[in-house]
Every structure is written in C-alpha cells, then in structure tokens.
Nanobody
Framework: QVQVEESGGRLAQAGTGLTLSCTAS????????IGWFRQAPGKEREFVAA????????SYSDSVRGRFVISRDNAVGTVFLQMASLKPEDTGVYYC??????????????????WGQGTQVTVSP
C-alpha cells in the first residue's frame, strides 16, 4: 500500500517562494500521475497542479499558472511543487495525491486514490 507524504510547508512572506516535496513509502510514485491540491479554511479542496508519470506533461490551475512549477525526479521518488511570487490567497493545507488515471483527469480529486496528510502553507501579507 503506497503511503504519500508531503513536506516543506511553512510560514512565508508574500512575494517569496517555497518548495514542497512529495514522497512515498510502501511503494514508489513513479507509476502514478501526481497531483497537488490545496484547501483553505472554509473552502473546498482545489486542484493546483499535476504531472504525468514521465514528467513531461503538466497541468496547472489558472490561479497558479506562471507562478508554480511541478516537477518530478523518479530516480529519487520525489515530486516537487516550486511556488514563487506567493500571495496570501495561496494559504492553505497542500496535499499530494497519486492516481492511476491519465493526466487528462488530473483535475478531478475523486480520481486520486492515495492522499497525504497535508502540509500547511501560510503566506503573510
């Protein structure tokens, strides 16, 4: 059973950057499409970004496109979310998730069978 784990969340100032990491235990992430989602207090969990198995196809939400970059290094079993030009509205719990579905379905959270516990990102004005 693959267990997904996020790390790297912290308090950051607006305009700065932060990188989150996603790893797995009990298996490897290399066979999965990986997505990042986030959830702000009182809001629905929303799609942020996704990357296909080989790392050559990516997808982003409109709110982060041009500021965030998702990448993966299958040799070390890690997926990264590089966040730049952070805004207070980027605040939330960030979740990494894995799916066997094609990347065309990566924006649909119900497609993901494996979720991490989340890592808190707080962006101060």
């Amino acid at each position: 059973q693959v267990q997904v784990e996020e790390s790297g969340g912290r308090l950051a100032q607006a305009g700065t950057g932060l990188t989150l990491s996603c790893t797995a235990s009990g298996g490897t992430l290399s066979g999965f499409v990986i997505g990042w989602f986030r959830q702000a207090p009182g809001k629905e969990r929303e799609f942020v970004a996704a990357i296909n198995r080989r790392g050559v196809v990516t997808s982003y939400s409109d709110s982060v496109r041009g500021r965030f970059v998702i990448s993966r290094d299958n040799a070390v079993g890690t997926v990264f979310l590089q966040m730049a030009s952070l805004k207070p509205e980027d605040t939330g719990v960030y979740y990494c998730a894995a799916t066997s579905s094609p990347i065309g379905r990566s924006g649909v959270k119900d497609e993901y069978g494996y979720w991490g516990q989340g890592t808190q990102v707080t962006v101060s004005p």
